[in-house]
């Protein structure tokens, strides 16, 4: 299952591997179940999952950096007490 395709992050970055899904999805249900679109769905599905572990890195970057802050304060808390 993957994240909503229409929203502006998907569209910036995986805008042309989401047309060619979009596109082969146009072209009819038997064209879908004979298998025609898988090539198109991996694409995409690459592409989603390199934004995810992008912003898994970035999130884990900044907690980190809040945790260092978190614990100087309480540092600097248990100098001064």
Not at 4 to 18: F, G, R, S, Y
Request: net charge positive; glycine share 4%.
């Amino acid at each position: 299952m993957h994240p909503h395709l229409h929203t502006l992050e998907n569209q910036k970055n995986c805008a042309d591997v989401i047309q060619a899904l979009e596109e082969c999805h146009a072209r009819g249900f038997l064209w879908k179940v004979g298998g025609n679109c898988t090539d198109a769905k991996y694409k995409v599905n690459m592409c989603l999952r390199a934004q995810r572990l992008e912003r898994t890195r970035l999130n884990r970057e900044e907690a980190r950096k809040k945790r260092e802050q978190i614990e100087k304060v309480w540092a600097e808390i248990d100098e001064n007490s």
